[in-house]
């Protein structure tokens, strides 16, 4: 594609930061059982800022164009935008439908400083992104002056089944990860996402990781206070039980 629509999302971001010091950047990303599902990006501004936004946005990328060449895929079916105005902020978003996400990014492809690939390996499926600003062709002039502090990019992952990913998973089915734009755009630093699915639903009582160790804690502190009054029963009950002795 001529334009990335990965580059858009930077470029907003930047000139949102520019505005008004915070920006919400959200990539969603649904699976479902046969491999189809939806592709999402939403951009929201702070409503009193929005109109400046507008007059800074260059000619030609307008979400319409950005998104025509990805629209002319064959795995593509819909490209829906959208703009309206919630919890103070005025949202741009572009919603993709896709067949088959292992047939449109089944080869790694690279768009500015994102890297996103879905490939099948024996029966599962992986889910990788990559941000890397160093070594991309993109050059924001004076991003280190910036204020990012508040900027995020969250990504979210639903498909029938996560099997592991190295961001959070709340779900049996759902990854998260919420990415800090300054660690990105000032630090330097690479992200890597990734995540291993199945197109299968989950079967059983998922339990997150985050609440797997309290509840292990919790349940041995209920074990040691149950052992400690057994043993106080026990004790109060024998000395009950005991015949008195007399001594001469």
Do not use: H
């Not at 959200?26 to 929201?44: C, H, K, M, Q, W």
């Not at 400046?52 to 990328?61: D, R, S, T, V």
């Not at 005025?90 to 067949?99: K, R, S």
């Amino acid at each position: 594609m001529r334009r990335s629509y990965i580059i858009l999302f930077v470029c907003l971001t930047v000139m949102v930061m520019l505005l008004s010091g915070c920006v919400s950047l959200v990539e969603e990303i649904t699976i479902r059982e046969d491999g189809s599902g939806t592709l999402r990006f939403a951009l929201g501004v702070e409503s009193e800022n929005y109109q400046a936004f507008q007059e800074a946005i260059p000619e030609g990328f307008d979400l319409e164009n950005l998104f025509s060449g990805l629209g002319r895929d064959e795995n593509v079916t819909a490209v829906d935008i959208d703009r309206y105005l919630q919890d103070g902020r005025n949202w741009e978003t572009v919603e993709l439908t896709v067949t088959d996400f292992t047939a449109v990014f089944g080869q790694a492809r690279r768009i500015g400083p994102i890297t996103i690939t879905f490939q099948e390996e024996e029966g599962a499926y992986r889910f990788t992104q990559t941000i890397d600003l160093a070594s991309s062709t993109l050059v924001i002039p004076g991003v280190n002056l910036m204020d990012f502090s508040d900027g995020t990019y969250g990504v979210t992952l639903n498909t029938p089944q996560v099997l592991s990913t190295n961001g959070v998973q709340p779900a049996a089915g759902i990854g998260t990860w919420s990415i800090p734009l300054d660690e990105v755009l000032q630090g330097g630093s690479t992200v890597f996402l990734r995540a291993d699915y199945l197109l299968d639903p989950y079967e059983g009582v998922f339990i997150p990781w985050e609440l797997f160790f309290p509840y292990v804690v919790i349940g041995f502190l209920a074990l040691g206070g149950m052992a400690v009054l057994v043993v106080i029963l026990v004790n109060t009950t024998s000395k009950r039980d005991k015949a008195p002795t007399l001594k001469f």
